[in-house]
């Protein structure tokens, strides 16, 4: 039953980044960095491109499964307080 959750668990941390990496890449676009790189310099823009987008989506998507973490305990710390009755 454990390795199930861990699976689970697994499943939604990769498509989480995934999909928060692929929403980051398209954000780019909408910047022109092309301006602010050396010209014929197409290759290094690119990587330059792939890299901010791990890093921003990376960052927005451990923010985000931290945020479903916390809200999945939030029950059990009110709980440990008394304060599920309220």
Partial sequence: MITGDF???ALISI???LVFIALA???LQA???D???KPNRVVQARVL???LSIIIGSAASNFFLDYL???QQLP???QTIGLSQI
Wanted: without cysteine.
């Fill in 69 to 71: 973490l916390w809200s």
């Fill in 49 to 51: 491109y792939i890299l």
């Fill in 35 to 37: 301006q602010l790189l």
């Fill in 31 to 33: 910047i022109r960095l």
């Fill in 25 to 27: 890449w398209w954000a």
């Fill in 7 to 9: 699976g689970q668990q």
């Fill in 76 to 78: 059990l710390i009110l």
């Fill in 15 to 17: 498509m989480s980044h």
